[in-house]
């Protein structure tokens, strides 16, 4: 019998009875659409789910999945592609529900609950003309993409999401509520801002804010793939002189109409009348068969690529990080779109380079200061019949450009087949202080259910 079928109806009774959110059980209405992912390869059935209505309801799940030796997994956005948010058997503690955001303009700073949105902190920060680095796409969640690193359009002024992380709460595995800063537990706050998941679950996000926007210049400009080649490269050339606030990225992809395009897509983070002249070139190259580059809110760019990424399709990202962009990896990613299985499907070369570049890979735990390009492979479908397909040709594509990426990935882009020496991989050099901080903070792996950290 495992700990979970323990789980009798009184002792959830007594639970039920301790929390301000609600309690689901397999069967109620609501568990199903609590369970559910962004990605639709996870199909999970935890044993329960507390659907956390404030910091005392993550206390009292934590005690009660730590006394009766449940595992646990923690949601925020839902947004993982490995889909650790999810448990089967055991107690999903979800923050989901803790959406709060207070935005202090005076000293630019916000705090936000773990199960806020980055469309949701947009708006509110947005407010006061205010932002700071987050995810390019809305609906990811604050918690796990900050906790993993965080890249985003600001990148290259602002640095990563979690270089604004300016403090933390923190319910740890002996469910002690811990403030995490610069100040306070400094090793914690290292930790936290990179490390992921692995030392407790954040239910409140201190952040700086910088002025940014309304308008801000951004928008696609999309050439035929049979041009990829050239574009790819001009892409290389263009962001090697980039400024910092301009970050751009690059994605062969296929338009609505069936149609193969390669995009490269800028963002200016300034006032749109200074970032026409840089983004010129882009306009030139080619020219463009569609050029959508022109001033929009800030808010607009954040929600530019949701229609692409709807929820409940089928995932598998496979990604890995590169110094440079060779002509070899180019021929690779050209050579393999040719032939992708789904129109869903896209591979994003993404730059991350100005603030993000200047700290030391030491300074926080998210290692990988000096490698600037990402290579991200998306494959993306809707049916579960197409599954193997889709799945072959990402892992061909990725074993066809290793001899031109670094051995190093962003940990929020591993997926559940990832081993533990990609997972060693994505904290790089820090790895053996995570493990050290991972001993002090949660030596028995309470929190397990992550790109995790052994703390043996
Ligand atoms: C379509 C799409 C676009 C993306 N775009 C970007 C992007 O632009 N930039 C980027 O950096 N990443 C991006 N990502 C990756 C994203 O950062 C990760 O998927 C991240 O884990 C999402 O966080 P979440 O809260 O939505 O995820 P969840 O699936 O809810 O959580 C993921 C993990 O984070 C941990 N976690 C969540 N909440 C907490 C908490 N409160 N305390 C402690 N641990 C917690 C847990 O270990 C959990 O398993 C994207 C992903 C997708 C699917």
Known sequence: MTASDRLDESTLQGLRARLRGRLLRPGDPGYDAARTVDNAMIDRRPAAIVRCAGVADVRTAVDFARERKLVVSVRGGGHNVAGNAVCDGGLMIDCSPMKGVRVDPVTRTARAEPGVTWGDFDLETQAFGLATTGGVISTTGIAGLTLGGGVGWLNGRFGLACDNLIAADVVTADGGLLHASEQEHEDLFWGLRGG???????????????????????????????????????????????????????????????????????????????????????????????????????????????????????????????????????EAVVDHMARVPSPHSAVMLEHYHGAYARKRPDETAYHHRATTYDVVIIANWTDRADTDRNVAWARSLFQAVQPQVSSGVYVNFLDADDGADRVRAAYGANYDRLVELKRRYDPTNFFRMNQNIRPA
């Open 196 to 330: 992921g998941g692995n030392f407790g679950i954040v239910t409140s996000f201190a952040y700086q804010l910088h002025a940014l926007g309304p308008m801000v210049l951004s928008g696609p400009v999309f050439h035929p793939a049979t041009r990829a080649r050239e574009v790819l490269r001009f892409f290389r050339e263009f962001t090697a002189t980039a400024p910092d606030e301009l970050t751009t990225y690059a994605g062969l992809l296929t338009g609505p109409d069936g149609t193969p395009l390669v995009g490269i897509v800028p963002c200016y983070a300034g006032p749109p009348e200074r970032g026409e002249k840089l983004v010129e070139p882009l306009r030139k190259f080619g020219p463009p068969v569609v050029d959508q580059i022109g001033p929009m809110p800030y808010l607009a760019v954040q929600h530019m690529f949701d229609p692409a990424f709807p929820p409940g399709r089928f995932n598998y990202w496979k990604s890995s990080l590169a110094s440079r962009v060779s002509d070899e990896l180019v």
